[in-house]
Each structure stands twice: as C-alpha cells, then as structure tokens.
C-alpha cells in the first residue's frame, strides 16, 4: 500500500512540472527583428520605398508601427510589413527619421524595435553627399574632457572611464555610450543605478564604470547636466533599475538643459 502511495505521489510531480513547463513555455515573451529591403540606412530624397518587415515570434500578434519624421507609410500599419517612402524634399542637408514597431501578443504583453533612418541631400552630379566617418569633438570649448581612453582605443566589455573636468563646471556630469547596432540609441552610465547617481567627480577630475554591449563600436558622449536635466536622467535610472529593464534615450527624447561635451568612438577588443 505504501509503495502505490508512493508511486502516485511521484506521478503527481512528474504531472505537474510538466504542466509547469507547458504554462512557462506558453508565456514566453514576444520577439521582434526589423528587416530591410533593401537594407541601408542612409537614403537620399526621393528615393523608392523601402519594405520593412517585423520578423516576430509569439501567437496572436499585433502590430503597431509609428514614424518620426519626414516621409509617410504606405500600408496598414497594423500588418507584419509596412513601406516607408522616402520625402521628396528636406530642409538642410539631412533629417533623422526614426521608425519604430510595438508588437503586443495574445497575453498582453509588448516588444518594440526600431530603426533610424539618416535623409540625405545629393551633390550636383547626383551622388549623396559623403557622411564623414566617426570623428573625436569637443565642445563648449572642451570644459570636460575623456583622458583614459582615445579615439579608436579598444575596451574590454566593463571599463572605467575618467578625464578631467574645469573648475567653472559646477554641473552634473553624465557619460552616454551609443552602441552602433542600436542606431539613434544611448545608454547613461552609472556606479549606483539604483540610485540615478551621475559620474563621480571631485578636484577636477571625473570618472564612470562604462558597459559596453551589443555592438562592436560605440561612442562615449559626456555631458554636462542642469540640475533639472541630471535630475530627470537620474529618476530614469532608478525606475529602469528598479524594474530591471533600461530601456536608453533617443537623442530627441533626451531633456533640455543637457550640454554635450566630448564624444570619442571605441571598439570592443577582438
């Protein structure tokens, strides 16, 4: 009798972890990939459509896609794919334009992706004006600067950054990293997430804890932040960190009140 009562308890668990990883399995979170076609993200004006497709893994999904910028949709933009056509005039040599997908399953729950187009203005003969390539800028007459790293300099996945700041900036100072596979994205930097704390400074010089991931280059910007702009980075910081998922800033939705200082690109070592 003991050993039935046994057998059946056993059944029971085999039972039940297997409707557990049924359920969990059921629940897993939506996905979302952009494809291109074609596949470039500087286009001059006037240019044919371009087909993008939200490649999405989950069931009974909803599409919702959304546009920044100049140009229109072409398409439901309830459907898996949708054709962006390029506008046939711009103001200045080039505009930003910014595309992005909410996909939403049969639970509720949401992913989004994103792309960043770059509109650009053609020379006289008909050829795009060249974008030039990454360079090291300083601005605001380089009041804060980056010293232990270079433009170019290769980094290891964590890396402390430092330079040197003058005395006149009694501001925050935040340090950005813009990793190139995520186009128009960047990420603060901080020691205390949790706590939104910006970049230790003290006697001139400055220095941060930097995570570099997802791509294979990337440019460090530093700001100087008012403290209403530091303020509303750092309350970011804590609510992305209290819910575990940093979700960065688009540089149109970064706060008035931030200046940028110096910019330099690295590489993570091969």
Sequence with gaps: ????????????????????????????????????????????????????????????????????????????????????IPPQEIEGESQKVIITIMVTDKNGDQVTGSITFKIIKPNGDGTPTPTPGPTSTSVDGGKVKITSLQHGDPVRKSERVSGTYKNEIEEDIWVFVCPEDAVGKCWQQSSDAKSGKPALKKNGTWYETCWFSGSINFDIVVYSATPSASQFIGDKLKEWAKNGDYKGFYKEELPEGLTEQHRITVSIKE
């Design 1 to 84: 009798m003991l050993k039935r009562r046994q057998m059946i308890f056993v059944l029971y668990i085999l039972i039940s972890v297997s409707v557990l990883f049924v359920v969990s399995e059921s629940y897993a979170q939506p996905t979302v990939e952009l494809v291109l076609d074609p596949n470039r993200l500087e286009i001059p004006v006037g240019s044919e459509s371009i087909a993008l497709t939200a490649k999405a893994s989950g069931s009974g999904l909803k599409f919702e896609w959304k546009l920044r910028g100049p140009g229109k949709f072409e398409g439901e933009t309830t459907d898996a794919v949708i054709f962006y």
